[in-house]
């Protein structure tokens, strides 16, 4: 699950830096590092998730 999330969101950034999503938080291109954030976040939840699961 935290590689599928990791891809996912390296994707989201490379977008983001091409052309800005829009989203909003994400209308310039230098706010693909709140996606870095976001995917530190995640994959960090993930993995908690993961290790505290039987």
Same mark, same amino acid.
């Given at each position: 699950?935290?590689?599928?999330?990791?891809?996912?969101?390296? =994707?989201?950034? /490379?977008?983001?830096?091409?052309?800005?999503? $829009?989203?909003? *938080?994400?209308?310039?291109?230098?706010?693909?590092?709140?996606? =870095?954030?976001? /995917?530190?976040?995640?994959?960090?939840?993930? $993995?908690?998730? *993961?290790?505290?699961?039987?």
């Amino acid at each position: 699950m935290t590689k599928f999330l990791a891809l996912v969101i390296i =994707a989201l950034m /490379a977008i983001q830096i091409i052309k800005p999503l $829009g989203w909003p *938080g994400l209308k310039r291109r230098a706010d693909f590092w709140k996606l =870095a954030v976001l /995917a530190l976040a995640a994959t960090s939840l993930a $993995g908690l998730l *993961g290790h505290w699961s039987p």
